[in-house]
């Protein structure tokens, strides 16, 4: 089954505390990117990656860091989670299917950074 | 860069009504592609429709359509025939940009 699996679904952690949420597709998509979702401002990119090895800035980059080592995965990392990091984080890759640019979401990870 | 803009924060609407539901984007690519996502209150995020910027005629997916006005830069999301089932937030996005979202909400 295709599908973009992330994990944890549910963290409540502290200000400070270094934590990863990994994202891992199946379906070889070369593009994968990260959203915060907040109330009220939709979802926002966070970063994404074009291929292996290579990543950019979305449009909050600001407190976070990605990796892309293999084509399924890309974890996101928060060195050191604040409070306003408290979100809904989607995981999302996509192919080029014609020139339907389909994203597949992930389940999404509730964070708490209390 | 490009924009879009929902401006139906929320909508109540009557089961079997149709709903339709505002989408405007700004964007410079002569070429774009216009999605909407569902948002049920589990959280995921479903894709609904896609219509494409060249497409000759509105995109149609089961009781989903979409109202596609290009000189007016609009792509709204039409639902015929509401169920309560319907009742989620849904968001327009131009690829990678989404709106703020819409939570519709369906009344028995």
């Known amino acids: 089954e295709a599908q973009v699996t992330q994990n944890p679904r549910y963290l409540i952690t502290v200000t400070g505390k270094k934590l990863t949420v990994t994202c891992s597709q199946n379906?070889?998509?070369?593009?994968m990117s990260w959203y915060r979702q907040d109330p009220g401002l939709g979802l926002r990119q966070i970063y994404y990656s074009m291929n292996v090895e290579v990543t950019d800035k979305g449009d909050v980059p600001e407190g976070y860091k990605v990796s892309r080592k293999e084509k399924r995965n890309f974890p996101l990392i928060l060195e050191s989670p604040s409070p306003n990091q408290t979100s809904l984080y989607f995981c999302?890759?996509?192919?080029?299917?014609?020139?339907?640019?389909?994203?597949?979401f992930g389940p999404g990870t509730r964070l708490t950074v209390l | 860069a490009q924009k879009i803009t929902q401006t139906q924060p929320g909508m109540f609407v009557q089961e079997k009504e149709a709903v339709t539901l505002d989408c405007t984007y700004d964007?410079?690519?002569?070429?774009?592609?216009l999605f909407w996502y569902k948002q049920p209150s589990s959280g995921e995020m479903i894709f609904l429709i896609y219509q494409g910027s060249y497409d000759q005629q509105n995109a149609t997916e089961g009781r989903y359509s979409l109202n596609f006005q290009k000189a007016r830069k609009s792509a709204n999301l039409v639902i015929s025939a509401s169920q309560l089932g319907d009742s989620a937030m849904y968001f327009c996005a131009e690829k990678l940009t989404f709106g703020t979202g819409t939570r519709l909400t369906i009344i028995p």
């Open positions: 999302a890759s996509s192919a080029r299917e014609g020139r339907v640019d389909t994203q597949y």
């Open positions: 379906m070889n998509h070369e593009y």
């Open positions: 964007t410079s690519d002569p070429s774009y592609g």
